[in-house]
């Protein structure tokens, strides 16, 4: 695989809001000779989003810019695809409201670049509010994938533990290996105006497990766009609703770099999952609840219920599913051997990528 960047953009009905995203991209300011090119991912859209990307590129730009079509819907599908047509070694998928700063291609091969062990990095938004954004926006900016990452540049494999999908960059040889041995995505991501979520974090997970570092970079920079449409509390209650419904899958990538202890199988069980769920629905928001359909404009505690609500209807669905899921996690072929693994003495607080420490070889199943 050639060095280079293959900036991917997901996009589904995206004719409104891909000239902007393209007219920044066509302006990146990157260094002599440097390979890179614009694949536009359209899944299964219906108002010409293909055609306004190819209009959009100016003809005068000698990168290339490839239009190709993913009717399996769902965001995962798409960044699979966009794995599948990318010519280079470094993979930065950018969404369609995503702004880039002129020097971002630049700088996140120039991450990639300096610190091999690094699988995926992500970095920095600035909101672009189509109408002025309501009083609580500020305090909720990070559900809108606006804000800093981190305090400061570093790995947060094992702080953050996720980097957001706006922007996320990835290395095409870690998504390989993923890919090589079986790893699937359990959660299909955004699907169409469907509100799910997740995916993003199940591919840091999956790196992390497969021994790959998340990285955050400051000077990685975007603007994001975000339409009036998208700054209502009702948005944002489902978009928490969403948020809620992905984490039964992602809390089984979490634990299961951790040795299973005989005496927690139980609190494994799905009907204990559910229990559990359904009891902090009732007594830890019992009062929230009793005005969950009143006017609740601002209120963080409706917020928390809508993700407790969605995590329990996640549940549900999964049924039995959930322990097979855990499964096929815990065996995997593309993560390193199940219990602490050598990667962990050099993954917590202190270590740094700079150092000379050695990273281990992972051992893979």
């Given amino acids: 695989m050639k060095a280079g960047v293959s900036v991917v953009i997901c996009c589904h009905n995206s004719a409104k809001r891909l000239q902007e995203t393209l007219a920044h991209l066509a302006a990146q300011d990157v260094p002599v000779g440097m390979l890179w090119e614009v694949i536009v991912v359209d899944n299964g859209s219906t108002d010409g989003t293909s055609d306004v990307a190819l209009r959009t590129w100016p003809s005068s730009n000698s990168v290339p810019l490839r239009v190709v079509k993913e009717e399996r819907r769902g965001l995962s599908c798409a960044r699979r695809r966009g794995f599948e047509e990318a010519r280079y070694e ?5 969404d369609d409201d995503n702004w880039l700063e002129p020097n971002w291609v630049r700088v996140a091969a120039e991450v ?3 610190h091999a062990s ?5 970095g920095q938004s600035e909101a672009v509010c189509e109408v002025a954004p ?3 926006f500020d305090a909720q900016k990070g559900s809108y994938a606006v804000g800093a ?11 953050r533990g996720f980097l957001w999908g706006a922007g996320l960059t990835v290395r095409r040889e870690a998504l390989a290996k993923l890919f090589d041995r079986g790893f699937c995505f359990a959660l299909e991501d955004r699907s169409g105006r469907t509100l799910s979520s997740g995916g993003d974090s199940e591919l840091c997970l999956a790196l992390r497990l497969a021994g790959w570092r998340l990285y955050y970079e400051p000077e990685m920079r975007f603007k994001h766009f975000i339409p009036e449409g998208r700054l209502t509390w009702n948005y944002l209650r489902r978009l928490h609703r969403g948020f809620g419904r ?5 809390e089984l990538y979490r634990k299961a770099h951790l040795v299973e202890q005989r005496d927690e199988v139980f609190r494994k069980h799905w009907t204990w999952q559910v229990m559990r769920a359904v009891r902090s629905i009732i007594f830890e928001h019992g009062p929230t609840f009793g005005r969950f359909h009143l006017p609740s404009e601002g209120e963080s505690e409706v917020l928390a219920l809508e993700s407790k609500i969605g995590r329990l209807i996640e549940l549900l669905r999964l049924g039995g599913r959930l322990a097979e899921l855990e499964e096929q996690i815990r065996s995997a072929k593309w993560r390193i ?6 990667m962990d003495g050099c993954l917590v607080s202190g270590y740094s990528l700079d150092s000379q420490q050695a990273v281990p070889t992972p051992v893979w199943n």
């Fill in 90 to 94: 470094i993979i930065s998928y950018v």
């Fill in 112 to 114: 990639m670049e300096k």
């Fill in 118 to 122: 690094v699988g995926a990095c992500g």
């Fill in 134 to 136: 309501p009083a609580w």
């Fill in 149 to 159: 990452q981190a305090p400061k540049a570093g790995d947060v494999a094992w702080t």
């Fill in 246 to 250: 992905s984490k039964p899958v992602l």
């Fill in 337 to 342: 051997k199940a219990g602490p693994s050598a």
